[in-house]
């Protein structure tokens, strides 16, 4: 089992629907969780971090973590064709060594 | 200053070359980070310094040698390189990795690397 997993899409929805985006893993040491958005050709921009479990909120975009069930989800809203893009999930038990998911490419539709 | 800033943008080499690629931050940043991302594929950890002294080097072949003269500055030496080593390589930055702190990363644009 990777510690990592997350769905590769691509993830195609209308501009304006609410995207899903998810992570599942196995380390139930890791404790700081992270998405980053990577456009083509461009390096990784961190969208949002969390410690431990709960909700956090900017903007359109809010990140869970359920730690119980060893989950994270991206949710964003209001979607718009700029957020096409590939989404990677990354995680850490210590912060110096975070661990990527696979990234989920994501288009949304004008 | 917000951003972490790679040279060269592209850079094509030969087998035979040596090369090096730049990275700087200027955020006060104490952990300083290569990762290496083939195509459709996540970054994969190469080396990490913290407080300019190298802590995790993933078993990187020798042919690529890091350096982090400063705080500010890290520095990938690139020498004899294979076809297979054609990749994205980015630099990412942290803030202070003692105390766990990290805020997450911040990622430069990374530097496009042909090996010919």
């Known amino acids: 089992q990777k510690e990592v997993e997350q769905d590769p899409g691509p993830l195609s929805v209308p501009e304006g629907a609410i995207v899903s985006l998810n992570c599942t893993y196995s380390?139930?040491?890791?404790?700081?969780f992270m998405w980053y958005r990577q456009y083509s050709r461009k390096g990784p921009e961190l969208l949002m971090y969390?410690?431990?479990?709960g909700n956090k909120e900017d903007g359109r975009f809010t990140a869970q973590v359920d730690k119980s069930s060893k989950y994270i989800s991206l949710f964003i809203r209001d979607s718009q064709p700029s957020d096409s893009a590939t989404y990677l999930c990354?995680?850490?038990?210590?912060?110096?060594?975070?661990?990527f998911g696979k990234g989920t490419r994501l288009h949304i539709l004008p | 200053d917000t951003e972490v800033t790679q040279t060269p943008k592209h850079l094509v080499m030969g087998m035979t070359n040596k090369k090096s690629l730049k990275c700087e931050q200027h955020?006060?940043?104490?952990?300083m980070y290569w990762y290496k991302q083939k195509a459709k594929k996540p970054p994969e950890l190469m080396f990490v310094?913290?407080?300019?002294?190298?802590?995790i080097n993933e078993s990187v072949p020798s042919r690529f040698s890091p350096e982090c003269p400063n705080s500010s500055l890290l520095n990938l030496h690139l020498h004899a390189l294979q076809p297979e080593d054609s990749a994205l390589y980015l630099c990412?930055?942290?803030?202070?990795?003692?105390?766990?702190?990290?805020?997450?990363?911040?990622f430069g644009s990374g530097t496009r690397l042909t090996v010919v």
């Open positions: 990412a930055s942290s803030q202070d990795q003692r105390t766990g702190r990290g805020y997450g990363y911040t």
């Open positions: 380390n139930s040491a890791f404790q700081y």
């Open positions: 969390t410690y431990s479990s």
């Open positions: 990354a995680m850490s038990d210590r912060d110096d060594k975070i661990i």
């Open positions: 955020m006060g940043h104490r952990a």
């Open positions: 310094y913290s407080y300019e002294k190298l802590s």
